[in-house]
């Protein structure tokens, strides 16, 4: 059972605990995923807050039929997209080496990335087409289904499997056959 949504018709009930709940599980995985398109942590941390915002303002939008973890992330991505829009910071080139490296050196990721091996799978991620690398976050981060990531990136699910199956292609280059860096 989706205990987002559950937690979501508790706080719609009236248990403000319930959406400290919805929060505390889905505010880093939401956060990390907008980051992917603004490549800025705090921008992407307020677009987080105004994400969650969007389910306290806009309480009957919700309608249960997909996991809230699913809804979030498409209102992420909306936010993150419209920044982008407003901003017009779309960025079409390569990120520059230092870019990319101080991208990797957030502390929580140093967390999260702990081994070497981990380190460089994450930058051969972020080498990805953003397209690819926002599936590879939905599905093998946040652990979304591929119809539940392309209700997210607004694709079919066979969009999503052809991005994810060439994503693997390029990463298994990038890592070696044997997972190991080339």
Known sequence: MDTGAENYRRYLQGDDKAFEAIIKEYRTGLTFFVNRYVHNMAVAEDLVIDAFADLIVHKKRYNFKSSLKTYLFMIGRSRALDYL????????????????DAYIDFAFEERIFADERKCRLNAAVQMLQPQMRAAVHLVYFEELSY???????????KQIDNLLYRAKQILREAMGEDGDSR
């Open 85 to 100: 829009k407003h901003n017009k910071k779309i960025r079409l080139e390569e990120l520059t080496a230092e870019e990319r």
């Open 147 to 157: 119809a539940e990531a392309a209700k997210v990136m607004k694709k079919s699910r």
